[in-house]
């Protein structure tokens, strides 16, 4: 299967699930299945595994027990063909805007996201590039390098470099925590729009209650994360 099938085909998976950190259990889902094309919000209290849970889905974090699928595809059977194997199935299937921004310092902007494109490789499509930057309000920008952006723009930058490839899922860490309220909604425009376009499955993983009220799926994670358990907003 290519990564372009796969994007009409994304959704989630997980079966018992059970994440190991520093010696100690720090996630467990029961089930969670996401519909292919669904957009949900993943809340809970800090340290509760939100950002675990995002890094197991992006083939990061290797979990003790359970079965994970993406993209109809079983990631164990993917990191069972080896690290080069999982890092051409992430950069080609999942979009991941980590929590702090961690762009290549020595890139300028619009060549951290064809590095992305490199990697899965993909043709580079600058045009395009350049487009996701101007939706979101990085025109001009691009050939700075992160360390002269400010942080919420730095954001930005990794939220298009999330999306240039146009991946099955989207995983978004907290992606509004250093946006004001109207580069909040845009990035966030963004995200839903791009998801929608491609068919992909959207995660945001948030405390913001900015973000949360944008979904109807709210995919809740307890205190002591026993169970993931989806819930739907009211
Ligand atoms: N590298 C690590 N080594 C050991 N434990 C870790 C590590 N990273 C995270 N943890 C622990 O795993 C648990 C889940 O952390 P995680 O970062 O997934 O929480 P979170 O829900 O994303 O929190 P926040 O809302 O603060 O971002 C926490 O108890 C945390 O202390
Ligand atoms: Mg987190």
Redesign the pocket.
């Known amino acids: 299967m290519t990564g372009v099938q796969a994007v009409a085909r994304s959704g989630v998976s997980i079966d018992g699930l059970r994440v190991m ?2 010696g ?1 259990s ?2 467990e889902v029961t089930a969670l299945h996401v519909p292919a094309g669904a957009q949900g919000a993943v809340v ?10 995002l ?1 197991v889905l992006a083939g990061l974090l290797v979990p003790e027990a359970g079965r994970v699928r993406v993209a109809d595809t079983d990631l164990a059977e993917v990191a069972a063909r080896g690290n080069a194997a999982l890092d051409r199935f992430r950069a080609r299937t999942v979009g991941l805007v980590p ?1 702090q921004p961690m762009l290549f310092g020595v890139l300028d902007v619009l060549d951290n996201l064809l590095a992305a494109r490199h990697f899965a490789g993909l043709p580079p499509e600058r045009d395009a590039a350049l487009a996701l930057l101007d939706r979101l309000g990085l025109a001009g920008l691009e050939r700075r390098r992160p360390r002269e952006l400010s942080r919420g723009q730095q954001q930005r930058v990794a939220l298009a470099r999330a999306l240039v490839n146009r991946p099955a899922l989207i995983l978004a ?2 992606p509004t925590a250093n946006l004001d309220d109207a580069n909040a909604a845009q990035a966030l425009d963004v995200l839903s729009a791009r998801a929608a376009e491609a068919g992909a499955t959207l995660l945001v ?1 948030t ?1 913001d209650a900015r973000v949360c009220a944008r979904f109807e799926t709210v995919l809740a ?1 307890p205190a002591r994360a026993a169970a993931g358990v989806p819930t739907r907003a009211p």
């Open positions: 950190r520093g100690r720090v996630l809970g209290p800090s340290g509760c595994g939100k950002t675990t849970l890094a929590q860490d907290e993983a405390h994670l």
